[in-house]
């Protein structure tokens, strides 16, 4: 069925309408185009056509779901509902047949792809339980009617596919969503990932019965459409694009990772829903990135699952007791038995191993020796003790091909990519059957592992066997290119993979793979192991990148103590959030045996809050106790952050009892986002600590009386904390005077970050103790705090009688021009002491600048100005630059970034680089500066005259020309850094 606006298109419609309305829609037309600015028709042209000139005419200047659009505006301001009622039900129509294909698509392709026969998946009835499943899936934490945009996590293999597929067979049986939704589109990113380019207008007609996709009226109404997005992980889509990237077109192609990124960051279509599914790392990635509704975690089997699976497998009842409690005993594999086709593998090898007459006690070691087991099963004959020549090489070319897979992130692999890594069409029926590789959910002719995690592993034992110089890909890299991408998370697709890497050098693995392949394996690899973990230890900046629970994990696997000692003492600083049981084990086990570190960042989130039964609890009491020991057997130890983390009674006691050991030297404490279970009073007697000089409360809810009880910590003589974070504490107006106390009485606080609490009302108290010639305050941070007009009055009395403080920051309040006016007005004084500003997102305007440059012509205390998120536009600019060219002015620093500025301003940007003799860095971010103006500034800058050496550019925010030219003119000039440069 053609698309009905092509069967009846806008001239059926507009016959519609008698001679008066015509003219009258020719009437509004012309006002519709004058209001949205849209290209321009000759409106001679219009006046003398006929309704199927029109028709044509609107087609041809715009886009099809734009014409329609002002034709449906227009109808509904002439009154002519029913012609909108009559495309309504015309789309209906096409709904209803959308469904009808949906539900035999479903019925046909999807139940191929679970294994399901089509037959059954008919017969399914759905129970209420399922239907109120699937509702709910939709029901949003946020308040108001915002669209849904609802993120589905879960490990691979657990069922997230499946549950997205039994839904729109729901919907399409018209058991769900009827009212909610006319359109459900399914986009798998495996099989989207292959079309480099597209349109949403393309994948849309891609998913319907025909070559004719009614794209225009099911896009007319995007708050009927729930698009759901399955398996993110595969796309190379990191959603960090810049808001001017993103495309709002739906029928404009572009790369279908932008694609993705403009729909979930609602730049196309933001009344839409959609439901997306991922593995947990690519949901950690990106949730900063996407506005989710709501979360929901997709759990797999739980105990009694699988131990009714080990049960229907071993049938004996005390050979299933065994099985089970040897995996229930191993958190690890615990975890991996929740995906129902890992379960089937752990409860398969440890069956074999019985049958065989082994211990099963000795695979359960690690997850690493239960894969390799079932591995090697899998590839020897039942009776025999080694494989076939044969076997060997099949092996052999499913890691070489699981590394390749890897690199590049595939893990769909055509015939031809096996036959690239040594694997024969003849061996391919064999490696289905051994249930190692099966065939792709989306063709016949590829293939994929049984599970990522087999993949994962093969890869592993790739680099134990070859090196990746020898692997007929390029795009394999290195071992230590493997181990510093997997400690970095750079590739959110590798779970497991360094993990077995370091679990593949156990002497017992290495055993396994000796006698599998027949010869004795280089033990180079775990030297080069070492020498990455010893390039980590003199690499600061890279300590910061590399993920704790990464590292650990790759240790307890290696399970060898005294490389292990080695790997941790070459840590100088380590991060990591620990999310279940298994991570406060494997961290529990490093941390025991730290003694360099000098930095400790950790999340447990509410693993340590929550009421467990009597011997879970012990255990995990004995781990958080080994975690917390790392404080006294690191003797350098002295910063420490916790963040997002709820601690119980217990728990807290014992980090109190850690922190409070003599030998303890911290002198950083950051506790953000937590929450203690306990009486409050005992962490604030922490803080008497006198060797504690910085303490970071932001994010952790604090009451009046947590208030007061810091601030007597902070009154006492004996307390040296010199800096205070406070940030979005949900503080009152009412804490102000508390603090004010502190203000006065305090001789060591010099820096106080009030940012992000509601002070409006308490400023007045606030800023009396400023004024106390016995306050030493020099840094005030207030950004972001509510602050009203009254407020200024305040602040400008600060600033003049304030002879200490140095910095006030005041971003993201209310300031104005008006505002700002009174706080020149001190700032002008030739006495005021302040020597940096911050006034970033303060609705400043041009007009603001002349009382800015007031200062920077009388002000000769202040070296750093932050004006950024303003609208300075290019006239601001001029003051602010004839300004900083005055004698008087000493600012070394500037920030004007995404203040409205283009190229215009570049001349009088360049006369202030050559002019001010202090003036050493400036920001120019997010400003629409064109070629012919940077060449300006790169002039003044090659100026003899000229101090700057720190420009804040973005590289890619140009064109190719323009990027070539900056790159350039950096490497020309070696004093010169353009920030943000990647």
């Not at 067979?169 to 292959?194: P, R, T």
């Not at 690191?634 to 709820?646: E, G, M, R």
């Not at 203690?676 to 994010?699: T, W």
């Amino acid at each position: 069925m053609a698309s009905f606006f092509s069967d009846f298109g806008l001239m059926w419609y507009l016959e519609e309408l008698n001679k008066k309305e015509f003219v009258k829609f020719k009437e509004f037309l012309k006002q519709e185009i004058l209001q949205l600015r849209l290209k321009q028709i000759s409106w001679t042209k219009v006046k003398k056509a006929s309704r199927e000139d029109l028709a044509n005419l609107l087609l041809k200047h715009y886009e099809e779901k734009q014409a329609w659009d002002m034709t449906f505006k227009i109808f509904q301001k002439m009154n002519r509902k029913d012609l909108i009622e009559r495309a309504g039900r015309e789309i209906a129509g096409h709904s209803k047949l959308y469904q009808a294909h949906l539900k035999k698509k479903l019925t046909h392709d999807y139940a191929r792809k679970f294994n399901i026969k089509a037959q059954d998946l008919f017969k399914q009835k759905f129970t209420q339980d399922d239907c109120d499943r699937f509702e709910n899936l939709l029901v949003s934490k946020a308040t108001g009617k915002k669209p849904h945009m609802v993120f589905l996590q879960g490990v691979a293999g657990i069922g997230k596919s499946l549950m997205l597929t039994k839904l729109m067979l729901a919907w399409s049986e018209g058991i769900v969503f009827q009212n909610k939704f006319s359109y459900i589109f399914y986009f798998c990113c495996q099989d989207v990932k292959q079309l480099k380019r597209a349109s949403l207008a393309e994948l849309i007609s891609r998913e319907w019965p025909n070559a004719s996709a009614p794209t225009a009226e099911i896009l007319s109404q995007p708050e009927k459409l729930l698009f759901i997005i399955d398996s993110l992980e595969v796309m190379e889509c990191n959603m960090s694009e810049r808001e001017s990237e993103l495309c709002d077109n739906c029928t404009e192609k572009q790369p279908v990772s932008l694609l993705l990124s403009s729909l979930l960051r609602r730049k196309m279509l933001p009344e839409s829903s959609f439901l997306i599914s991922a593995t947990p790392e690519t949901f950690e990635k990106m949730e900063d990135r996407i506005e989710c509704t709501n979360v929901k975690i997709i759990t797999g089997f739980n105990e009694n699952n699988i131990k009714m699976y080990f049960r229907s497998l071993f049938q004996d009842k005390n050979r299933t007791l065994e099985a089970f409690s040897l995996v229930r005993e191993n958190e690890q594999l615990f975890n991996v038995c929740q995906v129902p086709v890992l379960c089937w593998m752990v409860a398969t090898c440890i069956k074999k191993e019985i049958e065989k007459g082994r211990d099963p006690v000795f695979i359960c070691r690690r997850t690493t020796s239960l894969y390799t087991t079932h591995i090697f099963n899998l590839f020897t004959p039942q009776n025999a003790q080694y494989p076939s020549k044969k076997s060997q090489d099949q092996l052999q070319g499913l890691c070489s091909l699981a590394a390749e897979g890897m690199w590049t992130d595939t893990f769909v692999f055509s015939e031809e990519a096996l036959r690239r890594n040594g694997i024969l069409d003849s061996d391919i029926p064999t490696l289905l059957d051994r249930r190692i590789l099966e065939r792709s959910k989306e063709s016949e002719s590829c293939y994929i592992f049984l599970h990522p995690s087999l993949q994962e592993v093969c890869a592993a034992v790739f680099y134990l066997l070859k090196s990746h110089l020898d692997h007929p890909s390029q795009d394999v890299k290195s071992v230590e290119a493997l181990l510093f991408t997997f400690l970095k998370k750079a590739k959110v697709q590798w779970i497991f993979l360094g993990c077995f890497l370091f679990g593949l050098l156990h002497e017992s693995e290495q055993e396994k793979l000796e006698m599998f392949f027949g010869h004795q394996l280089s033990q180079e690899i775990k030297h080069q192991l070492y020498q990455c973990l010893e390039t980590i230890s003199v690499n600061e900046e890279l300590q910061e990148q590399i993920d704790g629970m990464k590292l650990f994990y790759c240790l307890f696997e290696m399970e060898d103590e005294a490389f292990l000692m080695q790997a941790m003492n070459c840590m100088e600083q380590i991060n990591f959030v620990a999310k279940d049981y298994s991570d406060v084990i494997v961290a529990a086990y490093c941390l025991k045996h730290c003694s360099t570190l000098k930095k400790l960042s950790f999340s447990t989130q509410n693993i340590l809050s929550e009421e467990q039964e009597h011997s879970y609890t012990e255990k995990l009491l004995i781990c958080w106790h080994h975690m917390c020991s790392v404080l006294i057997s690191s003797k350098d130890i002295h910063v420490l952050q916790v963040k997002d983390t709820n601690l119980n009674e217990t728990a807290f006691w014992v980090l109190y009892n850690h922190l409070k050991y003599p030998s303890c030297t911290l002198k950083v404490l950051v506790v953000n986002n937590v929450t203690f279970l306990c009486d409050n009073h005992l962490f604030f007697e922490l803080i008497q600590n006198q060797r504690l000089q910085h303490l970071n409360l932001s994010l952790t809810f604090l009451s009046h009386s947590d208030v007061k009880l810091l601030c007597d910590v902070l009154n006492q003589a004996e307390c040296n904390i010199e800096k205070l974070m406070i940030a979005a504490c949900n503080l009152s107006p009412d804490d102000c005077k508390v603090f004010a106390s502190v203000l006065i009485s305090s001789k060591m606080l010099k820096h106080l970050n009030l940012s992000s609490n509601n002070l409006d009302k308490g400023i007045s108290s606030l800023c009396k103790a400023l004024c106390h010639p016995d306050c030493i305050l020099k840094h005030l941070v207030l950004a972001n705090c509510s602050l009203s007009e009254q407020c200024w009055d305040y602040l400008s009395e600060v600033v003049r009688r304030n002879k200490t403080l140095s910095h006030l920051d005041i971003s993201s309040n209310d300031l104005k021009d008006e505002g700002l006016k009174v706080l020149c007005g001190a700032l002008t004084l030739p006495d005021s002491g302040l020597i940096s500003l911050s006034v970033r997102h303060c609705l400043i305007t041009t007009s603001g600048c002349q009382d800015l440059a007031e200062v920077l012509r009388h002000n000769q205390n202040l070296r750093s100005l932050q004006v950024s998120n303003n609208k300075i536009e290019d006239a601001g600019v001029k003051l602010l630059c004839d300004a900083i060219k005055q004698p008087n002015c000493h600012l070394e620093n500037i920030g004007l970034e995404a203040c409205e500025l283009t190229g215009a301003c570049c001349k009088d940007l360049a006369s202030a680089f050559v002019h001010c003799k202090t003036l050493w860095g400036i920001n120019l971010l997010e400003n629409a500066l064109d070629h012919s103006g940077l060449v300006v500034l790169f002039e003044a800058l090659k100026q003899q005259k000229c101090t700057l050496h720190v420009l804040g550019l973005r590289i890619t925010d140009f064109d190719k020309e323009t990027q070539e030219f900056l790159i350039a003119e950096e490497e020309k000039n070696p004093y010169l850094s353009i920030l943000s440069n990647v």
